[in-house]
């Protein structure tokens, strides 16, 4: 029976709520941070087993290297997208094929959860990037059922949400695309609508749409944009507090301190990115407008491609500058701290400001990369060299 001790061994992925053939187990969130966790009801529970056999913590995914790395641009996909395009692209192929498509999408009260699609609009919603964990309650049973109606299904999602999915479903099926995101680590649900709360508080109105990294001004750097009382209001990502005390990895889940998937450990078919090194790896996309790096993890990723602008990049110079495919980032000395006095804060806002570092590794790295914009012909010129 799952009994989570140490929140730090768990992901939240899932697939023992979908793997219990009594339904002895839900997701509930903990007061302390507001991450969902399983809780088994001793009483229904028959001692199957199955929840542990199907923990992707328990029963870890060997890595596996890459089969090459690409860097990619959609045309007609790039301009609505976070980076280069290439998921919507992919998508497309399996909905023409009568197939469905599952992906994080925003609610309309703000809450992030994952969906299905069954046509391009439905694709949509699914397109940018959500800095929240996703809400994936149901999702991996219905993957199941599609499966087993012989349709094609493209699951999208965070590594360990992969993890679990292939550990729940126990066995490779030919109709299912897998595709993950290069993970800086997944931030606190419970945290994010008390963010959203403070907004609406600020404004004296419901917060109706939010764009996490709106590229409209920079790709490189993206500002955090939202809607309230029919007024958008746009802020460079890091004067954002929600935005950079994730990117200082303060508001991440324990789990994503000791990750279980990364590194290639997810089973994913493709892994996808920013390629934030563009200026070294891939210096014709050298234009702002943003640009995709993709993993191609299997040969059914690859076939999956087809279609798609590629061009091989050395793996080395495109992942560098990209902390989603290192090691499991340090937890930041302060994090018990902040989740301990978030709650009782009577401005959040000032609050999660006061927790924030002023010149972050992030930045440091997105300058180094962002001279390279306004230097093309010389970042050619190294990468040539290197």
């Not at 309309?108 to 959500?130: C, F, I, L, P, Y």
């Not at 809400?135 to 699951?155: I, K």
């Not at 450990?265 to 070294?280: C, E, F, P, Q």
């Amino acid at each position: 029976m799952i009994d989570i001790k140490d929140k730090s061994l768990c992901t939240g992925c899932t697939a023992c709520v979908s793997a219990c053939p009594v339904q002895c187990i839900v997701m509930r969130r903990d007061r302390e941070e507001g991450f969902d966790y399983p809780v088994a009801n001793p009483d229904r529970c028959i001692g199957c087993g199955k929840c542990e056999k199907v923990c992707p913590v328990l029963n870890p995914c060997q890595p596996a290297e890459p089969l090459c790395a690409l860097a990619a641009r959609s045309d007609e996909y790039v301009s609505g997208s976070a980076s280069g395009g290439v998921f919507p692209a992919v998508a497309a192929k399996v909905i023409a094929a009568g197939g469905v498509v599952y992906g994080a999408v925003l609610n309309e009260d703000m809450t992030v959860g994952h969906a299905d699609a069954e046509d391009m609009e439905a694709v949509g919603r699914m397109r940018g990037s959500k800095y929240v964990q996703s809400d994936l309650y149901g999702t991996f049973e219905e993957v199941r059922y599609y499966l087993g109606e012989g349709r094609r299904v493209m699951f999208t999602g965070t590594p360990c949400q992969i993890a679990g999915l292939k550990s729940f479903l126990g066995k490779e099926d030919e109709n299912l695309l897998t595709v993950d995101c290069a993970c800086h680590g997944v931030p606190s649900p419970g945290l994010w609508e008390k963010y959203v709360k403070a907004l609406e508080n600020k404004h004296g109105a419901k917060v109706t749409d939010v764009r996490f990294r709106d590229k409209a001004q920079s790709w490189m750097h993206y500002d955090f944009v939202y809607a309230a009382g029919g007024q958008e209001f746009r802020m460079p990502y890091m004067k954002s507090p929600y935005m950079a005390l994730f990117l200082q990895d303060m508001s991440l889940r324990p789990s994503c301190y000791k990750c279980p998937a990364r590194g290639g450990r997810s089973g994913s078919d493709l892994t996808l990115a920013d390629l934030w090194n563009v200026a070294a790896a891939a210096p014709g996309m050298n234009d702002d407008k943003g640009a995709s790096l993709i993993l191609v993890n299997t040969e059914k990723g690859r076939e999956a491609l087809a279609g798609v602008p590629t061009s091989e990049v050395d793996m080395a110079a495109a992942v560098r500058n990209n902390g989603g495919f290192a090691e499991s980032i340090p937890e930041p000395e302060r994090r018990a701290e902040f989740f301990k006095g978030h709650h009782s804060a009577k401005d959040l806002i000032k609050y999660m400001k006061g927790f924030v570092v002023r010149k972050p590794i992030h930045i440091i790295i997105y300058r180094s990369v962002r001279s390279g914009l306004s230097a093309p012909n010389s970042c050619a010129r190294a990468a040539r060299v290197s």
